[in-house]
């Protein structure tokens, strides 16, 4: 489906960052092709993308620029394959600014699992908060040791390290082994990257819902928060929140009720591997 008009189109990628500091990164994210299509053979990937959605009707599933299809050979996801009323929250965390515990605390009163999508220096910074995570009932999932643009990686051996190092430290803090869960930082892939992280048996995350919350001196007013989370949210929605922003923590207790009250639940990304 063509995309006619600015409003039709989410453009969003995460921001950077380099061991701990912030970048601010203003990136593209084409959107093209369906999630409908009966096979991926329509999809011709280029060299690498940037991961984008087009929203054609508020209240329905976007468009993503690559298919289910597509991405499904690759154990890759962007949305559940349901109709049920159900969403997969998500939080990227490249560092700590005070947010993450009162994000914690709503999810934990409204029992709804989350997977977190840490970084190395995230890891190596706030070992209390991962474990708090994992003693919760949360997922963390793998956002890369560096956080770099994994589009760029070409060869297995750094691909890998990327991945291993994280793991390591994970079961480091945690004593227990990392799931493998992989979203790459800033939605920057290539078909390459797709099939390295599939041989190190790792399903790629990538999101049906975002908007833009990683900037810290710049957050969205709640209310235009609220009218792009509740008014796109979906069945099957993987969504991707960023912990680092100030209203989401200070939002999602209401937004998790405003969801709730809307008839969906909240579920693990657990159900869309084993689904």
Known sequence: MEITSKTDRQVLNAPTYN?????????TAASAGSRFAASSSSHISPAYENWGLSFQQEGKPPVGNATSD??????AHYIADTTDPVIYLTFDAGYENGNTAVI???LKKHNAPAAF????????????LVKRMVAEGHTVGNHTWHHPDMS?????????????KL??????????TMK?????????????????AKEMGYHTFFWSLAYVDWYENKQPAHEEAFKKLLGRIHPGAIVLLHSTSKTNGEILDELLSKWEEMGYRFGSLDEIVTG
């Open 104 to 106: 914690l605390d709503a």
């Open 167 to 176: 793991e390591a430290k994970y079961q480091e803090v945690t004593g227990q």
């Open 117 to 128: 999508f840490l970084v190395g220096n995230y890891l190596e910074t706030n070992p209390e």
């Open 180 to 196: 493998k869960y992989y979203r790459p930082p800033q939605g920057k892939y290539s078909e390459s990257n797709l099939k390295m």
């Open 70 to 75: 597509y991405l499904k050979q690759f154990q």
């Open 152 to 164: 760029k990686i070409a060869d297995q051996a750094s691909f890998s390290e990327e991945l291993s």
């Open 19 to 27: 061991t701990g500091i912030k970048l601010a990164a203003d990136l």
